[in-house]
């Protein structure tokens, strides 16, 4: 058995089996009975935690109080007939659901019976496996799966989906394999697991073998079947590709798919997502072959993004960035996973403190060490950071930026000077979004999608996907001739990236600044974001400074799309309440109501909104009087209601080679309708400059209060702390050393 082979014995086997496809087939179908009752379980959870958990549930805590919630649970499920349906429907329908509620009831039995050792749990298993075993070996390809995919399932439209079962349902099997006759066994093995096996690995070679979340999740779900069936060709495979040439496979995902500092080149959403079968395998894997050192990995790459993975989140939901559904957050099963497993392998008490936020306490080893850390108060504050998330394998492919502070509330502040993303990536190189108390001010559309409803194109993405939030002007960044970033050739934009030219975070001034030019031909954007405070007044600003050069002359498009209702502007607004019009024809423009517009005069233009959180928002934006502010309403040109109403003002300079959006982000004042009470609704900033003065720029941003706050830093990508820097501004002279310093000037 895999168990009790030593670790030469494990690598001679490896290498002496056959690498010919007809014999990695073959063995599939033919190879032995997996292990006996003795060696089982033998993935995430051990013997030894087995014994531990058994003990546990006899004590009071939060893990008796979980396992009494899932007994509760399984124990209703039993009372339902078995059902295992012919695969009909895509996501979100009726037969995508049943398979997943069975591979998630099998799972939770399977620990049941492991710690109560009562039959009952374990004969559901049995029963529901051997109706997979009769069903699955007659199963043509899914009758809903896409034209010409090459990722089509049987159970599942797509293989992604029967890998996600093949993890659960293998896990479940190990649990209860000690209650199986032989016969029972080698049905269930012969009819459901390697079948199911073996059409993930050599029957789906492109998608065993792709470096991609897809990919792992069959590389997982085969790897741990190769454990539990006995078959360590499989996990080598798992690990190493079909031929194990190491091109593909388990560990060039984890070479590839996440950069240095643990991001996931598809964003937080996938990350999120891929997290299960990485995290999960990985425990299997330590496990089973400790030796390995699995979690040491390309320095403790697992570890750093189940950590990366939660400083990706603000207010427990994760920042939604590409092909993200909004509502998804820490509490997500995959994080929860990854949260109880890192817990377990570090002991790091601030762990605990998503793990408390989380509340949810997993039946596994990891689990009850969790709940019993909970239970004895050893949770510390989770320390989220300022930080530059670099992106690409070797970390050179620019990076998600994190700026963060904690004054009159949790702010945030999100860059995206990232690499593409693969297919899941939008075309929104140098975008932000910003969030203040609790909620999202400066808005990202995320993912045109209602996921697993099936009514909405079956749960999948929607048309609106590819023509509204893929765009670039669905986000917030400089569009030029209303055409998207990279023209929307996603070839391109995966083989381009921005760079980042320097990131700096202190008390008061974080910034983070980044340049593309190969966004569009010809043409160079540069954007530097900054987030400060003052700590006499209280007073915070995100600053951007937007520069675009180009070798001809166009129109220029700078997009904020903000969440709340508008209140006031300082400049007269054109409406166009008799009629609507859709702002263009293309790229994303098709989609936009032209509510209103204007051409604010030289000087300072503020455009303020209220939030649901009870605070105002005033962007102060530096115009030149040829600069066009429109204001549009997403829903144009969608006869389905596929769009969220969401609202944004675009602010737009014509014929230019060379222009610089200069812009303040001011949050103010309170509103307060059950009390009916309202606090400084107005902005408070007056005047708004910007200098350069060699390598240093100036950012004064003048307020009422007779006071001005005056960013200086330096754009030069090089310099440290070591440097000084002395300038004149309003006729006296002002040094600092390093990157950046906030002034505070009475005037």
Do not use: C
Request: net charge negative; aromatic share 10%.
């Amino acid at each position: 058995m895999f168990g009790n082979l030593q670790k030469n014995q494990r690598k001679s086997l490896a290498a002496s089996v056959a690498l010919v496809a007809g014999v990695s087939a073959a063995a599939f179908a033919f190879n032995p009975l997996s292990a006996v009752a003795a060696d089982h379980p033998n993935l995430v959870i051990s013997a030894a935690d087995i014994d531990a958990m058994q003990g546990a549930i006899e004590q009071p805590g939060r893990f008796r109080n979980a396992f009494l919630t899932t007994q509760s649970a399984v124990d209703r499920a039993l009372e339902a007939p078995i059902a295992v349906p012919q695969p009909a429907d895509a996501g979100g329908g009726y037969t995508h659901e049943q398979h997943k509620k069975n591979y998630q009831l099998m799972y939770n039995a399977g620990v049941l019976y492991q710690i109560t050792q009562d039959a009952k749990y374990a004969e559901r298993v049995r029963d529901i496996l051997l109706a997979y075993a009769d069903m699955y070996p007659t199963l043509p390809l899914h009758p809903k799966r896409r034209p010409g995919a090459e990722n089509p399932g049987k159970l599942f439209w797509q293989s992604l989906n029967e890998a996600v079962w093949l993890v659960y349902t293998i896990q479940a099997y190990d649990l209860i394999r000690p209650a199986l006759s032989d016969s029972e066994a080698q049905k269930i093995e012969q009819g459901a697991l390697r079948p199911v096996a073996k059409f993930l690995s050599v029957d789906s070679p492109k998608t065993f073998n792709k470096v991609h979340n897809h990919g792992t999740w069959l590389t997982a779900g085969v790897g741990m079947a190769g454990y539990v069936l006995d078959e360590p060709e499989w996990v080598e495979q798992a690990l190493l590709d079909l031929d194990k040439s190491g091109k593909g496979g388990f560990l060039r995902q984890l070479s590839t798919l996440f950069s240095p500092d643990g991001y996931y080149n598809e964003g937080p959403y996938y990350q999120r997502y891929a997290l299960m079968p990485f995290v999960t395998f990985a425990k299997a894997i330590e496990n089973n072959e400790p030796e390995r050192g699995i979690f040491d990995y390309r320095d403790g790459i697992v570890m750093k993004a189940i950590d990366t993975t939660i400083q990706l989140s603000y207010n427990n939901l994760f920042f939604p960035i590409n092909d993200a559904i909004k509502s998804k957050g820490i509490d997500t099963s995959e994080l929860v996973l990854g949260v109880t497993i890192a817990y377990g392998e570090s002991g790091n008490p601030q762990l605990l403190d998503i793990a408390a936020r989380q509340d949810q306490i997993l039946l596994t080893g990891d689990g009850l060490k969790v709940a019993q850390a909970l239970d004895a108060g050893a949770q510390q504050p989770y320390e989220f950071k300022s930080f530059a998330f670099r992106d690409g394998k070797d970390g050179d492919e620019g990076a998600l930026v994190v700026l963060r502070q904690q004054v009159n509330g949790d702010q945030a502040l999100v860059f995206k000077p990232a690499a593409q993303g693969m297919g899941h990536g939008h075309f929104d190189k140098l975008s932000w979004q910003f969030y203040d108390r609790g909620a999202e001010i400066v808005t990202d559309y995320g993912a045109a999608r209602f996921l697993n409803v099936e009514a909405k194109n079956g749960g999948r993405y929607l048309e609106e996907n590819e023509t509204w939030a893929k765009q670039t002007v669905a986000h917030n960044t400089v569009v030029v001739d209303e055409t998207s970033h990279f023209d929307n050739n996603l070839q391109v934009a995966n083989r381009n990236h921005p760079e980042l030219l320097f990131f700096h975070a202190d008390d008061q001034v974080k910034i983070s600044a980044a340049e593309i030019d190969s966004a569009y031909p010809g043409i160079t954007l540069k954007r530097t974001l900054a987030l400060v405070n003052n700590p006499d007044n209280g007073s915070t600003f995100a600053i951007d400074v937007f520069d675009v050069e180009s070798r001809n002359k166009h129109q220029l498009d700078l997009p904020v799309h903000y969440n709340g209702q508008l209140v006031d502007t300082n400049f007269k607004l054109q409406g166009y309440t008799d009629s609507l019009r859709a702002l263009g024809k293309e790229n994303g423009y098709q989609h936009l109501w032209l509510k209103a517009s204007a051409k604010p005069a030289t000087g300072l233009a503020q455009v303020t909104w209220l939030n649901d959180n009870g605070r105002f928002y005033t962007q102060s934006s530096l115009v030149d009087g040829n600069t066009e502010l429109l204001f549009t309403e997403l829903g144009a040109n969608d006869p389905n209601f596929n769009l969220r109403a969401e609202k944004s003002f675009i602010a737009r300079r014509d014929n230019v080679d060379k222009h610089t959006f200069i812009s303040v982000l001011e949050p103010h004042g309170e509103y307060n309708p059950s009390k009916e009470f309202t606090l400084k609704a107005e902005s408070q900033v007056s005047a708004l400059s910007h200098q350069r003065t060699g390598d240093l720029e100036l950012i004064a941003i003048g307020g009422k209060n007779g006071t001005t706050q005056l960013l200086a830093y330096n754009r030069n990508s090089d310099v440290d702390d070591s440097v000084n820097n002395r300038f004149e501004f309003d006729g006296s002279e002002y040094s600092f050393n390093g990157r950046a310093k906030l002034f505070q000037i009475k005037n």
